[in-house]
């Protein structure tokens, strides 16, 4: 069976406050980076996917009801072969 | 009245819970398995906080798939009264039965003291019993605690009387000051529209008994056990 690799990245919604990232800027600052003015933190994943016809739809099922918390974040797929 | 307090893999607040039940309120308690279906018959199902699946992926996201979990769903919604406290507010955010997502804290730490609760309204199964106009001294212990939503679900909340419970001075006024964790609107505390599943980070089963700092968190279990006393006086 051939095997495929989805990569997820979640993201925090546009307007949805995220202190993480706020407080890595700073930390940026701190050290001397103050060309950053803004961090957003995110997750990553690597799934590897047995092929089947509805793949896509399938890992889209998994990113919105468990990867993600669609009130906050959003997705992004890539599929690597 | 019999509480079924559901024990996941990581509940570190169910003996608690328990021993709140059972030996200060004085009613029937059952722990409830995280892997089996039953609910063993329970008037009330508590959601124990600590650190379910060690909080892997979002606080609350993998206990939500737990099979108790489609028991506690479908007794939700069907009018069941449901209590999820601190890691069990964020199973029900996760689940879907309470709205809104539950963020790390605005401060970033680790959060454990003693905060004032003020009830926003008393005619809930929740509230009934507590004293009118008198903030509650109960602790908080949490990381993730900051209550978001959208501003227009956060307005249906308020206008739909979701709040239940918000951090307060021990005057009761919700100020900036009062609010631990940098939850909109100083949410402490919110429930469905049917008003029958509430969550909240506060731990009411820690307030028990004077000797532990307070025991204000016997108005919260006393308003289930009236409220369950009412509804069997009605049902005559």
Redesign the interface.
């Known amino acids: 069976m051939s095997k495929s690799k989805a990569i997820v990245y979640i993201h925090l919604k546009d307007g949805?406050?995220d202190?993480?990232g706020k407080?890595i800027a700073q930390a940026m600052g701190n050290m001397g980076y103050n060309e950053f003015s803004s961090v957003r933190s995110g997750r990553y994943f690597e799934l590897e996917c047995d092929s089947r016809p509805d793949l896509d739809k399938r890992i889209d099922e998994v990113c919105r009801k468990?990867?993600s918390?669609p009130?906050?974040e959003t997705y992004r797929v890539e599929m690597v072969s | 009245m019999k509480f079924g307090i559901v024990t996941f893999p990581g509940s570190n607040c169910d003996y608690d819970a328990y021993a709140a039940v059972k030996h200060t309120v004085k009613q029937d308690a059952v722990f409830l398995w995280h892997k089996s279906e039953s609910l063993d018959g329970c008037d009330v199902v508590l959601l124990p906080g600590g650190f379910s699946y060690g909080d892997y992926?979002?606080s609350g996201?993998?206990a939500r798939?737990s099979p108790i979990m489609k028991s506690v769903i479908e007794f939700a919604r069907a009018g069941g009264i449901v209590i999820g406290i601190c890691n069990g507010f964020q199973v029900l955010?996760?689940s879907g039965l309470l709205?809104?997502?539950l963020?790390?804290?605005?401060?970033?730490r680790f959060s454990c003291k003693h905060v004032y609760l003020k009830a926003e309204k008393y005619d809930t199964p929740f509230t009934g019993a507590c004293p009118p106009g008198q903030t509650l001294k109960i602790p908080i212990a949490h990381g993730d605690g900051?209550y978001?939503?959208?501003q227009s679900d956060i307005e249906d909340l308020r206008q739909n009387g979701q709040i239940v419970f918000t951090y307060a001075t021990a005057d009761g006024e919700v100020t900036p000051g009062a609010n631990p964790n940098?939850s909109l609107m100083n949410i402490a505390g919110i429930s469905n529209k049917d008003g029958n599943v509430l969550g909240m980070m506060p731990h009411p089963e820690r307030a028990m008994e004077k000797i532990l700092g307070s025991d204000d968190g016997i108005h919260i279990f006393n308003s289930l056990v009236a409220h369950f006393d009412k509804k069997r006086a009605l049902a005559g």
Do not use: D, K, T
Not at chain 2, 103 to 108: A, D, F, T
């Open positions: 949805v406050l202190p993480q407080s468990l990867l918390n009130v906050i | 992926l979002r996201a993998i798939f955010v996760e709205p809104g997502a963020m790390r804290n605005s401060h970033l900051n978001y939503n959208f940098g």
